[in-house]
């Protein structure tokens, strides 16, 4: 299965705005199928970026997501912006096509600085 840097996105901005009771409330994405979802947790949750538990049934497993991460935190942060988030997300595609979430927190910085300087004429 391919990682999809969309749905992470979606994911985390999900889990941030999140005001359940429950911490481990199934994450449901439009347009995306539950086994999908639930790779990405697990993705998400080995490079720190969330903190989650694996169930293990008989016949499958499930990732539940209980809550961000502070690195999950900081992404969430830049994820916000949707201008952002599609500069960055065509320099990756324009160089690479994909990026690790340490290489994907750079170049969300690398923009957002960019638009500072430019704010504050630095």
């Not at 086994?35 to 989650?52: E, W």
């Not at 997501?65 to 990756?92: P, R, V, Y």
Request: glycine share 6%; net charge negative; no cysteine.
């Amino acid at each position: 299965m391919k990682r999809d840097l969309d749905l992470v996105r979606k994911i985390i901005v999900h889990l941030q705005d999140r005001d359940s009771e429950s911490d481990l409330d199934p994450v449901e994405i439009e347009g995306y199928s539950s086994k999908i979802i639930s790779y990405h947790l697990g993705q998400m949750y080995n490079a720190g970026l969330i903190d989650a538990i694996r169930y293990e049934g008989e016949d499958h497993s499930i990732w539940l997501a209980k809550d961000l991460t502070w690195a999950g935190h900081d992404l969430a942060d830049l994820f916000k912006s949707e201008s952002l988030w599609s500069q960055a997300k065509k320099a990756i595609n324009d160089a690479v096509g994909t990026v690790t979430p340490e290489a994907l927190r750079f170049i969300l910085n690398e923009a957002l600085n960019g638009r500072l300087q430019n704010y504050f004429k630095l």
